[in-house]
């Protein structure tokens, strides 16, 4: 979590770094909090989303850069959920 605010963690969301197939590891929304892997939790502000796609920590906290198509995963996910949330 990128604001560094306590909270349950029924209120985070995860996200996991799993490996795939093809012996390379990606970066996953886990909104189950099921995956294996490294994870790290972001609440559900759309400041930290940003700030976890644009800025380092997130890549710090799964001990390794991301691509530029995991930031892109969690721009496109930040802006399903809260769209959704402020829509209806």
């Not at 985070?12 to 996953?28: I, P, S, T």
């Amino acid at each position: 979590m990128t604001c560094g605010a306590q909270r349950d963690k029924r209120d985070l969301v995860r996200l996991a770094r799993v490996a795939d197939h093809g012996g390379g590891a990606r970066l996953v929304v886990d909104e189950q909090a099921r995956a294996g892997g490294r994870g790290a939790y972001l609440c559900l502000e759309p400041a930290c989303w940003s700030d976890a796609a644009d800025g380092p920590a997130l890549a710090r906290a799964l001990r390794g850069s991301l691509t530029a198509d995991e930031r892109e995963t969690l721009r496109a996910f930040a802006a399903g959920r809260f769209t959704r949330e402020h829509a209806g």
